[in-house]
Every structure is written in C-alpha cells, then in structure tokens.
C-alpha cells in the first residue's frame, strides 16, 4: 500500500485535483478500516509489544483518522480564496508534495 500511494505522489499527485488525491486518502483508510485493519494490529503489536487495545489505537485508528481528517481539512481549505480588492487580484494554489526524496 505504502508503494502505491509514494509512486502516485511522485508522479501523479501535483496535477491531480485536490478532491482525486482526498478520494485516494479516503480510500486508504477504508482499506485500513476494513481488508488490512488486523495486519496493521498485528504487525504493531510485533513491531513495538503493544497488546490489542494499545495497537487498535496507536495504529489502526489513528491512521485511518489521519487520512480521513487531513483529506476533509485539504478539501475545506480550498473552498477559501484570499481577500481581494479593485487593484489587485489575489489567487491562493495549494500544492502538495513539494519536497525530493
């Protein structure tokens, strides 16, 4: 999963709409709310001796809070545009993704 969504990033992302990179996020969490919600338990659990309780929430939850608040805050702040006045105009462009690996 992690592979998927970092080549789309590098190659798609800056000319997809905002509401197409929200719509892969939110997909994301509902694959990890449902086909890989134990995996990520298990594995969390493994990795760091968590038991049940403590990896259903450092892990599973948190992550798919993660991708579903921060898609809602990207789609909100589009809806906002700067101040502008009869002299200027002034145009607000979010861009993500703007670091190299």
Known sequence: MI????QFYMTESPI????ERAD?????????AGKYRMKLNAATML???????QAEIDSACELID????????ALDLEKYE?????????????RG???NF
């Open 82 to 94: 700067p101040i502008s006045t009869k002299i200027s105009t002034n145009k607000l462009i979010y």
């Open 97 to 99: 993704m703007e670091v």
């Open 3 to 6: 592979k998927i969504i970092f």
């Open 24 to 32: 892969i996020l939110l997909h994301a969490a509902d694959l990890a």
């Open 66 to 73: 993660f991708f579903r608040f921060n898609s809602k805050f």
């Open 16 to 19: 997809q709409p905002c509401r």
């Open 47 to 53: 990795g760091q001796g968590k038991s049940i309780v």
